[in-house]
Nanobody, 112 residues
Framework: QVQLVESGGGLVQAGGSLRLSCAVS????????MAWYRQTPGKQRELVAS???????NYADSVTGRFTISRDNAKNTVYLQMNSLKPEDTAVYYC??????WGQGTQVTVSS
């Protein structure tokens, strides 16, 4: 059984920063792509950032230049550093591994 445990969400003022973490544990043969999605009520889940096993990254236009995704393969952990946060970044953030396994989500709330 594979488990993804996210942490680091919370309440922050606009312009502030947060760092999300997602630790992967359990029986998984290999971890390739890792990514962060976010979702707000009534909207579809959207891709925020992704990173391949080789370190190539991809970002949504709305977060480019403000968010940075990284991974620690030794710890089976993916991170999302979020800077210059805006109220529109408020959402539940989910991590995913191999586009198959999902975390339970962590709430990020940015106040204006």
């Amino acid at each position: 059984q594979v488990q993804l445990v996210e942490s680091g969400g919370g309440l922050v003022q606009a312009g502030g920063s947060l760092r999300l973490s997602c630790a992967v544990s359990g029986s998984i043969s290999s971890i390739n792509a890792m990514a962060w999605y976010r979702q707000t009520p009534g909207k579809q889940r959207e891709l925020v950032a992704s990173i391949t096993s080789g370190g190539s990254t991809n970002y949504a236009d709305s977060v480019t230049g403000r968010f940075t995704i990284s991974r620690d393969n030794a710890k089976n952990t993916v991170y999302l550093q979020m800077n210059s946060l805006k109220p529109e970044d408020t959402a539940v953030y989910y991590c995913t591994v191999n586009w198959h396994y999902w975390g339970q989500g962590t709430q990020v709330t940015v106040s204006s």
